[in-house]
């Protein structure tokens, strides 16, 4: 069973940053798969954020480039989301996981909060 540990999440002012960290642990081949953070703000639907393939190619969301940068260290099992010039707009709990295709590849774990302050 594979487990996501997100952290990292923090209250922050406008303009401040954060870095997100997100380890996987258990049967899981993490070199192999591409992952991705979401976000789910208060009465939103969960949205992508941000997505690495395993070869280390990015994408994000048209509201975060140029801000947010993803990465990962294949030797740690871990995924990171470095967060500049964060807006409130960009509150939420922020998760990661493994995507194939469309779809996600494991159970959500518990996010971690990231509040932005005006």
């Known amino acids: 069973q594979v487990q996501l540990v997100e952290s990292g999440g923090g209250l922050v002012q406008a303009g401040g940053s954060l870095k997100l960290s997100c380890v996987v642990s258990?049967?899981?081949?993490?070199?192999?798969?591409?992952m991705a953070w979401y976000r789910q703000a208060p009465g939103k639907q969960r949205e992508l954020v941000a997505w690495i393939s395993r070869g280390s190619s990015t994408s994000y969301r048209e509201s975060v480039k140029g801000r947010f940068t993803i990465s990962r260290d294949n030797t740690k099992n871990t995924v990171y989301l470095q967060m500049n010039s964060l807006k409130p707009e960009d509150t939420a709990v922020y998760y990661c996981?493994?995507?194939?295709?469309?779809?996600?590849?494991?159970?959500w774990g518990q996010g971690t909060q990231v509040t932005v302050s005006s």
């Open positions: 996981n493994g995507v194939g295709g469309l779809t996600t590849l494991y159970s």
């Open positions: 258990g049967r899981s081949t993490f070199s192999d798969n591409n």
